[in-house]
């Protein structure tokens, strides 16, 4: 799959699919990590597309300018100070590329989940609030609404997109305070549900405990 300049990898159902989900992952990872993940994104009973992109290589503050897949810089721990807008924004409009790609494969907007955890998560959100149409749902683990002043001021045209943000009480990279202050605020057109904190686990890494607490599925 190579599509918005990404590359990466598609899970195929048996059926034509009906619904296809974008998944992306975590800063300093890579799409392989959702690999093991699948059975716990997969709608009961309803053929699903999985489309698993790459985030591009780029040098990450934090790490001493390491070289890693991000979607974005981050500056500081403080994720609310000098936000990398240009990286962000790149990002998003990588994803709107994706997200048009499956409609003109024949599904609807409201057909097109969103997920991801921590920058993927964070990435997810921030498309679905620039993307001109209903979406069918957003997933984000141990995220957080980046850029938050610009996104409350974004069209409405999103109005209806379930949206599902959990984070693990043990989370030290994305503390409660940030994940609650930059949940999707004063945007009307997005339903949102409670900031729900998931007991226990890893810290801020994507684990099958976590993933089952938040969206159910099989226990393998």
């Known amino acids: 799959m190579r599509a918005g300049r990404l590359c990466g990898i598609e899970y195929e159902s048996a059926q034509p699919a009906a619904?296809?989900?974008?998944?992306?992952?975590?800063?300093?990872?890579?799409?392989?990590?959702?690999?093991?993940?699948?059975?716990?994104?997969?709608?009961?009973?309803?053929?699903?597309?999985?489309?698993?992109?790459?985030?591009?290589?780029?040098?990450?503050?934090?790490?001493?300018?390491?070289?890693?897949?991000?979607?974005?810089?981050?500056?500081h721990a403080d994720l609310k100070r000098d936000e990398d807008a240009a990286g962000i924004h790149a990002a998003c409009d990588q994803i709107l590329a994706l997200i048009a790609r499956e409609r003109s494969r024949g599904l609807p907007s409201e057909r097109i989940f969103l997920g991801g955890f921590s920058q993927g998560g964070a990435i997810s959100l921030s498309t679905a609030l620039h993307h001109p149409k209903r979406l069918a749902g957003v997933i984000a683990l141990s995220a957080y609404l980046p850029l938050t002043r610009?996104?409350?001021?974004?069209?409405?045209?999103?109005?209806?997109?379930?949206?599902?943000?959990?984070?693990?009480?043990?989370?030290?990279?994305?503390?409660?305070?940030?994940?609650?202050d930059r949940h999707l605020p004063a945007n009307p057109g997005v339903v949102s549900r409670p900031l729900r904190h998931l007991s226990g686990g890893t810290r801020h890494l994507p684990g099958r405990a976590r993933i089952r607490q938040s969206v159910g599925g099989p226990d393998v």
């Open 19 to 75: 619904y296809s989900a974008i998944l992306l992952h975590r800063g300093g990872g890579c799409n392989e990590e959702f690999l093991p993940l699948l059975p716990y994104f997969t709608p009961r009973d309803l053929p699903t597309r999985f489309v698993l992109p790459n985030a591009r290589w780029r040098r990450v503050t934090p790490f001493g300018h390491t070289r890693m897949r991000a979607w974005y810089d981050v500056m």
């Open 150 to 180: 610009l996104c409350a001021t974004k069209n409405v045209s999103c109005a209806g997109t379930p949206v599902y943000i959990g984070r693990g009480t043990n989370d030290d990279l994305v503390p409660v305070g940030t994940a609650r």
